[in-house]
T-cell receptor, first 114, second 110 residues
Framework: NAGVTQTPKFQVLKTGQSMTLQCAQD?????MYWYRQDPGMGLRLIYY???????DKGEVPNGYNVSRLNKREFSLRLESAAPSQTSVYFCASTGQGVGNTEAFFGQGTRLTVV | GEDVEQSLFLSVREGDSSVINCTYT??????LYWYKQEPGAGLQLLTY?????DMKQDQRLTVLLNKKDKHLSLRIADTQTGDSAIYFC??????????FGAGTRLFVKA
């Protein structure tokens, strides 16, 4: 099982450029999440999708959009990248274990905006 | 909302015990977790405890929960260099949002 797969692993963008981070899970999980990780701040939830066809804002949604393409895939889009969006982005999914709250994470995308 | 706080760094010698501490604000958290993040990787669930438990032991890991003080700790016995990682405390009230602490970076000196 691949688990949660994110692409790309690394990306450098210029301010104002757009890009989409891709995420796919093969565990048949209902819920998927996008987090960003910044030094000293832990993981902050950007958006989540409780189930296919639904998306909701998390703690830090400004500057981002998401699409739950199907049950497997959940993408994160930066329409106009800003240096403040330099971070490591993690996709996660939940659906089994510990009352369905155990999160399974991808390996992360390290994004630098210059 | 929930807030989870933990110290940022801990350094121990190989073979010693490590104790990583965490405090949380939401007493309705049903599940409390410890996740481990190794360099260049995502987080992986290490262990968890239900809010109705005081202690959970899993091989070298011991989790203690003090509900009165809203304090969670993770003890790693006989710490090895392979335990060097970032450890995240997290809480969930049973819904879709898990709140993570900032992470404690554990350094293990040989």
């Amino acid at each position: 099982n691949a688990g949660v797969t994110q692409t790309p692993k690394f990306q450098v963008l210029k301010t104002g450029q757009s890009m989409t981070l891709q995420c796919a899970q093969d565990m048949n999980h209902n819920s998927m999440y996008w987090y960003r990780q910044d030094p000293g701040m832990g993981l902050r939830l950007i958006y989540y999708s409780a189930s296919e066809g639904t998306t909701d804002k998390g703690e830090v949604p400004n500057g981002y959009n998401v699409s739950r393409l199907n049950k497997r895939e959940f993408s994160l889009r930066l329409e106009s990248a800003a240096p403040s969006q330099t971070s490591v982005y993690f996709c996660a999914s939940t659906g089994q274990g510990v009352g369905n709250t155990e999160a399974f994470f991808g390996q992360g995308t390290r994004l630098t905006v210059v | 909302g929930e807030d989870v706080e933990q110290s940022l760094f801990l350094s121990v010698r190989e073979g010693d015990s490590s104790v990583i501490n965490c405090t949380y604000t939401d007493s309705s958290s049903t599940y409390l977790y410890w996740y481990k993040q190794e360099p260049g990787a995502g987080l992986q669930l290490l262990t968890y405890i239900f809010s109705n438990m005081d202690m959970k032991q899993d091989q070298r890991l011991t989790v203690l929960l003090n509900k009165k003080d809203k304090h969670l700790s993770l003890r790693i016995a006989d710490t090895q260099t392979g335990d060097s990682a970032i450890y995240f405390c997290a809480g969930n009230t049973g819904g879709f949002k898990t709140i993570f602490g900032a992470g404690t970076r554990l350094f293990v000196k040989a």
